[in-house]
């Protein structure tokens, strides 16, 4: 069993900057964030492997986010920049224990093993 302890979120204003963490207490091959706002799905954000550091983004979040690990430290890092009330939501890291490949496979939050308890990014205009 891996336990993810997230950390991060805040209020902030539009244009201003946040980065979250997430550390894992056990081995993963990756590990990711999704978002989900109220009365919305879980949204894929960004995902990066263990091995070789392959980073996947929605397409939406590219250029503005930007997910980073530090293996040592078995942490992940999400970096959100020039940040939107719609980035408003919660943030959830997620963390895979099998080894794939691809944008779509990692995209799906039914192809990860364990989850954090969320933590809540808001963005006031």
């Known amino acids: 069993q891996v336990q993810l302890v997230e950390s991060g979120g805040g209020l902030v204003q539009a244009g201003d900057s946040l980065r979250l963490s997430c550390t894992a207490s056990?081995?993963?091959?990756?590990m990711g964030w999704f978002r989900q706002a109220p009365g919305r799905e879980r949204e894929f954000v960004a995902t990066i492997t263990t091995s070789g550091g392959i980073t996947y983004y929605a397409d939406s979040m590219k250029g503005r986010f930007a997910i980073s690990r530090d293996n040592a430290k078995n942490t992940v890092y999400l970096q959100m920049n020039s940040l939107k009330p719609e980035d408003t939501a919660a943030y959830y890291c997620a963390a895979g224990t099998v080894y794939a490949y691809g944008s779509r496979w990692y995209s799906q939050a039914g192809n990860y093993d364990y989850w954090g308890q969320g933590t809540q990014v808001t963005v006031s205009s």
């Open positions: 056990g081995r993963t091959t990756a």
